[in-house]
């Protein structure tokens, strides 16, 4: 059985996105996104919401192309087209580059398929996007939260967690701190 993880960089008030979508708030430093690329690459699949995925594709196919990219980038932009993706949408008619950066559409029952495809074979999944995350969420489906809190208050915007009928207990398995005040935080569910 697959492993889920959910991780996202966040703000002290525990938002992923500032009001209007904006993440331009947290200043990650090369260690904090080396330990992303690390992340991502021990990922076997990733799933994500459309609005993640639609920022994730405007940048990430011709990322090691880009004007100063160093060999973390470089190395992400990769490792990003060659592992593959499912895009949960209920308003795209087709995701682009879905051949070549190995991207299919699913338009269905997310908590139904994401149930499917974690009880195949092969390596941890990903999702990515704070309103897929959720619906995983209150399904029970994630077994690890990967926080990475950024010393910055947003006001509001989208949540990294969303609103749950009961509890669920949690361990930590790691805490780690990054340059600028960026703490890393890992949970594993108990089961």
Known sequence: MRRLHYGMNLSLD??????????AWGEPSDELFRFWLEEEQAVGLMLYGRRLWETMSSYWPTGDQQPGADAAHVAFARNWRDTPKVVFSSTLDEVDWNARWNAGLFTGDAVAEITRLKAGDGGPMRVGGAALAGAAMRAGLIDEYTIV??????GGGTPFFTALDGRTKLNLLETRTFPGGVVLNRYETRR
């Open 149 to 154: 809190t950024h010393p910055v208050l947003v």
């Open 14 to 23: 525990g938002y992923v996105a500032a009001p209007g979508d904006d993440i």
